[in-house]
């Protein structure tokens, strides 16, 4: 059986490591430092699942009115396409999640973010 490659990303808030990678899906380890934050963004097309390993994870999740949620370890959410969303370390912890998404990684309309990307 072939060993898969590994990816490793690094970004502004931390990392991803991608071990996974097919025509059908991509698997990531995310690691979100504490106090870090992604952009808040929504996907055209890419649907993903993240499951939070260590955190936990504060996630926000639509446009007006921005809905906040916490997630455990254990804990699981989906974000379909088309669903503005962030994800947020708290300040004391580093946050580690996998992502289980369709393969459109490039798919990123960036609303805000504190690092100056678009």
Partial sequence: MPQQHIEIVEKPWGREIIFAHTDKYVGKEIVIHAGALLSRQYHRKKDETVYVLAGPLILEIGRDPIERLELEPGKAFHVPAGTVHRYIAPEHADCRLIE???????????????????
Avoid: H
């Avoid at 289980?100 to 678009?118: A, C, I, K, Q």
């Fill in 100 to 118: 289980v998404s369709t393969t459109e990684l490039t798919d990123v309309v960036r609303l805000e973010d504190r690092y100056g990307r678009n």
